[in-house]
């Protein structure tokens, strides 16, 4: 799980904010609702088991300031809870598009014609038979094969579409691979894991000139979606698991002073008991 890059994720609030508002406000509404219902079950469990009752006067007035702090408190983590869930399931509606200009990007106009795919993989076999050292047996791994193709001839272009670009930019190696799983693939009763010699290569490059640009575009979309969603969830999970955390230790903050003060009571009682 990687640490969230904060600069990018609020500048992909801000891009979803402006894309989609609609459902930002829609979250973020169910959001503080539940808020404001969570804030009266604890302020109704503080009175009740008298967690905000102090023998000593103005102590007294002052534990009641818990109530409107919960509220407060409550209501600012839930809105900022419903805007980045909001921002999760805008970007998941939206995967598809995202990973398909991410495509059209990096392997579109290789595979628009039958002139376009003889081109790109005659520089795809021309890579694998120099990573292959002259042993057509030798097998390579699919990241090394993306990772020198990108070296040599550049495989990503930047998307028009802001977030598919940024997303490109920093997947770029990962989306190289996906592109090359999903083309290999593509050719039928072809199951490609993680190596290929030159010689399986070679057998496969004229059903990759020959496939049809539809089946490697179904092929590589789903790959870059599963990528774009699983690196999606991720963040949105550290994310909301770190809100939580300091949501719930704010929460224990009246629990936590009313056990010490109530030690501190007893330590005192104790003391005052004539020997």
């Known amino acids: 799980m990687e640490n969230p890059d904060w600069e990018i994720i609020y500048s992909v609030v801000v891009y979803v904010l402006k894309n989609y508002p609609l459902k930002i406000i829609f979250y973020m509404s169910l959001c503080f609702v539940l808020g404001i219902i969570i804030s009266i079950i604890l302020s109704l469990i503080l009175k009740r088991y008298k967690i905000i009752s102090r023998q000593q006067k103005y102590y007294n007035w002052a534990v009641k300031l818990y109530i409107p702090a919960i509220f407060i408190i409550n209501l600012i983590f839930s809105l900022k809870l419903g805007l980045f869930w909001g921002t999760y399931e805008a970007l998941k509606k939206d995967s598809y598009s995202i990973s398909q200009q991410t495509y059209n990007a990096a392997t579109y106009y290789a595979f628009k014609d039958e002139k376009s795919r003889k081109h790109f993989v005659g520089k795809l076999q021309s890579v694998v038979s120099d990573l292959s050292n002259s042993n057509q047996n030798t097998k390579i791994q699919i990241v090394d094969i993306a990772k020198a193709y990108d070296t040599k001839y550049q495989a990503v272009d930047r998307p028009k579409n802001w977030l598919a670009s940024l997303f490109a930019e920093k997947y770029g190696d990962r989306i190289h ?75 224990l903050i009246p629990l936590v002073e009313f056990c010490i003060y109530q030690y501190v009571m007893k330590r005192k009682q104790n003391n005052s008991v004539p020997m």
């Not at 999903?182 to 010699?197: F, K, T, Y």
């Not at 979606?225 to 949105?236: D, P, R, T, W």
């Open 177 to 251: 691979t996906m592109v090359l799983y999903g083309m290999l693939n593509a050719v039928p009763h072809v199951n490609i894991s993680e190596s290929i010699s030159y010689s399986e290569f070679d057998q496969l490059t004229h059903q990759l000139i020959m496939l049809d640009s539809k089946d490697v575009e179904s092929s590589i979309v789903k790959k870059i979606q599963n990528l774009f969603l699983m690196v999606l969830k991720s963040q949105f999970k550290t994310i909301v698991k770190g809100i939580l955390i300091i949501w719930l230790l704010l929460m």
